[in-house]
C-alpha cells in the first residue's frame, strides 16, 4: 500500500475513531499507528499475540483496536465498496447455482462433510465412487 492509500485512509476514519483524551500515565494510541496494526493483522495474518509483540501493546488493546478500526472502515466504506444484492440479484444467482450444479433452490454451498453412515437393514446400498461411505452436505 502506498503512503498515499494509507493517508486517504487515515483521513476517512481518522474524525470517528480519534482519541484525543491523554491521561498522566499515556498518551493515546495515534490513528496512524491503529491503522497500520490493523492493516498488518489483515493482511498477514499474524496472530493477536504476535501483534500485541510486534507493536508494543496489551492483547486485549490490539483485539480493541482491531474490532473499532474494522467496524470504522466497514461504515465508512459499505456503501462504496459492498453494494448488497437486490432480489432479482439473488434469484439469478440462485439459477446459475442451480444449473450448474443442479441443485435448486440454494444460492450457494460453503463445505460439505463425509460421515459414515450405516444402511438400513433390506436397504440398498449407494455406493460413492468419491468415498466408500455416505455423506451429507
Not at 478500526?69 to 465508512?76: G, H, P, Q, R, V
Not at 444467482?93 to 443442479?102: H, M
Request: glycine content about 8%.
Amino acid at each position: 500500500m502506498s503512503a498515499t492509500h494509507f493517508e486517504v485512509l487515515v483521513q476517512l476514519v481518522g474524525p470517528s475513531i480519534e482519541r484525543t483524551r491523554e491521561t498522566i500515565a499515556r498518551r493515546p494510541i495515534s490513528v496512524g499507528e491503529r491503522l497500520a496494526l490493523t492493516l498488518r493483522y489483515v493482511v498477514s495474518g499474524d496472530s493477536m499475540v504476535s501483534l500485541s509483540y510486534q507493536f508494543r501493546m496489551g492483547k486485549s488493546t490490539v483485539s480493541n483496536i482491531i474490532f473499532e478500526i474494522c467496524t470504522a472502515l466497514w461504515n465508512k466504506l459499505r456503501a462504496s465498496v459492498l453494494e448488497l444484492p437486490t432480489t432479482e440479484d439473488w434469484k439469478g444467482i440462485g439459477k446459475g447455482f442451480e444449473s450448474q450444479w443442479n441443485f435448486p433452490n440454494c444460492i450457494g454451498a460453503i463445505d460439505g462433510k463425509h460421515i459414515p453412515i450405516q444402511a438400513p437393514a433390506g436397504a440398498a446400498m449407494v455406493l460413492n465412487i468419491i468415498i466408500t461411505k455416505d455423506f451429507i452436505v
